[in-house]
């Protein structure tokens, strides 16, 4: 069956370490890769989009990679802040861009 | 702010109420959809109109039924809900078919069905 899976615990982390999130996926072969940022109660917000045939993306504190062969992204924020507390989603298309799917997201905590 | 507005922000409605969600972009997108999402879940798609055509139906049920009566605007008209319908229903918009794809969505309606 297809699987996007993230991290199912909450990431607790410290003010100015780097956060490192995860998205496997199964049994997709998406041409694109997107996370996005959501607070409680409000929709998701776009973060970043990386191509199949793209490594690395990166857009001022956010790099995401992208390894098809192990079908898996990781999103890093580096120099966290009490304000990128939040739940990330990874989500990727199937049947081109029209239908996107979300991971399970991920819930980071960043502690001052 | 998002670009994306949707009215109303909460909604409670009985089971055999009719009620409807309204979502509106001014930004030129031709691609419009419905997600619903449950606590602590991710979103899960409903439907996507592209240039105003039903192209996805996520096996949906017949209560709930979308409506796109123009490029800008999105309805989804509530029927016979069930108490387990209650969620968090997200419109979003994108620029279409062969484009990046990046979705913009909107504040989300929270409906709660008794």
């Known amino acids: 069956s297809q699987k996007i899976e993230q991290n199912s615990e909450a990431l607790n982390i410290q003010e100015g370490k780097t956060a490192t999130l995860t998205c496997n996926y199964t049994n997709y072969s998406p041409a694109y890769l997107q996370w996005y940022r959501q607070d409680p109660g409000r929709g998701p917000v776009f973060l970043l989009l990386i191509r199949e045939n793209e490594k690395e993306k990166r857009k001022e504190r956010l790099k995401v990679t992208f390894d098809t062969t192990l079908k898996q992204s990781l999103f890093h924020i580096t120099a966290s802040q009490p304000a990128d507390s939040a739940t990330y989603l990874c989500a990727l298309d199937e049947a081109g861009f029209q239908k996107l799917v979300f991971g399970t997201g991920t819930r980071l905590l960043v502690s001052p | 702010d998002t670009e994306v507005t949707q009215t109303p922000k909460h909604l409670v409605m009985g089971m055999t109420n009719k009620k409807s969600l309204k979502c509106e972009q001014h930004?030129?997108?031709?691609?419009m959809y419905w997600y619903k999402q449950k606590a602590k879940k991710p979103p899960e798609l409903m439907f996507v109109y592209s240039y105003e055509k039903l192209s996805i139906n996520e096996s949906v049920p017949s209560r709930f039924s979308p409506e796109c009566p123009n490029s800008s605007l999105l309805n989804l008209h509530l029927h016979a809900l069930q108490p387990e319908d209650s969620a968090l229903y997200l419109c979003?918009?994108?620029?279409?078919?062969?484009?990046?794809?990046?979705?913009?969505f909107g504040e989300g309606s929270r409906l709660t069905v008794l």
């Open positions: 930004m030129g997108h031709r691609a």
């Open positions: 979003a918009s994108s620029q279409g078919q062969g484009a990046t794809g990046e979705l913009f």
